[in-house]
């Protein structure tokens, strides 16, 4: 590699798919001619990985093949929270760090909260039959559901967990909530906005209960980090278990629910609706049969990308760079390895 390049810090933003992440990025980092961010499309990786100082993975599997190739790469991180796509083992045996953007700062928790909300009401109210009365200038119909009554679910009660119970609360539902321990958020995040601590959740609960807490609710929200002991976590029994007409809603990650099991449910009429901003694969093909049904929602996992959160993650992308660039420690980013 010639002396030039050497003196340039190169960002290699991983694939097609969520182009605001490379663009604000670009953007922010303009006026550094000692910067360089390259968006490359997934089969070209392996080749170029090699000549990057900072890969940002967002949708793309970073195995411990393509890493071993990463010869000058310091720091692996996401656009957001989510690391399971990237081998961390294979990364810190290399001396690469692993890094992710904590989502409290970035407004991701919250957006992703907003939308949980918008999938809910969409179903309750029968967006896509509404949109098919309208062309058919029908008055008056479909007749909805309303929030105002319901029991919901939380599976999983992380930052997005706290945030859409926050957001739930004026709606006058009663909150149901699991997580693996309570002990870590009761001190501080567990807070209403008004500073009324542990208001949030009316029944808690761990992960033993959660058959017995989707029994319960007209609402089930997935808002579980995906790991080996979560995938697929909604299965035939998880969803066997909820009430007859209740609706599901992930804004997670797709492979937390098992497809068939969701595809039977909603084919007997036991699932009443199924609202998802993430797939089982990505992009999602928009001819699979499970988005024939009329009560089925989909948005093209874009709960957190908004103007806020993107421009926000962007400009700690490029201080990152800068920071590599110069030698200085890492600041605004969650190291985990």
Not at 168 to 195: C, M, Q, Y
Not at 243 to 248: N, S, T
Request: a neutral charge; one cysteine or more; charged letters at 20%.
């Amino acid at each position: 590699m010639d002396n030039e390049s050497e003196q340039i810090t190169r960002v290699l933003f991983c694939g097609p798919h969520f182009p605001a992440s490379h663009d604000y990025t670009r953007e922010y980092v303009q006026h550094y001619p000692f910067l360089k961010v390259d968006d490359v499309p997934f089969d070209n990786i392996d080749d170029v990985i090699g000549n990057y100082d900072l890969c940002v993975v967002k949708s793309m599997r970073l195995n411990a093949e393509l890493i071993s190739r990463a010869k000058r790469m310091k720091l692996i991180m996401q656009y957001g929270v989510g690391l399971e796509g990237i081998d961390i083992g294979a990364a810190s045996k290399h001396g690469i760090k692993v890094a992710r953007i904590p989502s409290g700062a970035t407004g991701n928790a919250a957006s992703c909260s907003e939308m949980a909300i918008y999938l809910m009401l969409g179903l309750l109210r029968k967006q896509n039959e509404m949109q098919i009365a309208v062309k058919q200038k029908k008055l008056g119909a479909p007749v909805g559901d309303t929030l105002l009554g319901k029991t919901v679910f939380i599976l999983g009660f992380g930052n997005i967990g706290i945030k859409l119970a926050q957001r739930l609360r004026p709606f006058g539902v009663k909150i149901l909530a699991t997580k693996r321990s309570w002990v870590s958020h009761l001190a501080n995040s567990a807070k209403a906005e008004d500073g009324m601590e542990d208001d949030l959740v009316d029944e808690k609960g761990n992960h033993e209960q959660i058959l017995n807490f989707a029994s319960k609710a007209d609402i089930v929200v997935c808002c579980l980090a995906m790991n080996a002991e979560t995938a697929g976590i909604v299965n035939d029994g998880f969803v066997s278990s909820m009430r007859k007409g209740a609706l599901l809603i992930n804004i997670a990650r797709g492979g937390l629910l098992n497809y068939n099991a969701v595809f039977h449910h909603l084919k007997t009429g036991h699932l009443g609706g199924l609202g998802i901003d993430v797939a089982w694969t990505e992009p999602f093909d928009p001819d699979d049969a499970i988005l024939k049904f009329s009560n089925v929602i989909i948005t093209p996992h874009v709960a957190g990308v908004t103007e806020y959160s993107y421009r926000y993650m962007a400009k700690v992308v490029g201080d990152v760079a800068l920071q590599l660039h110069a030698g200085k420690p890492l600041t605004g980013t969650e190291i985990v390895n």
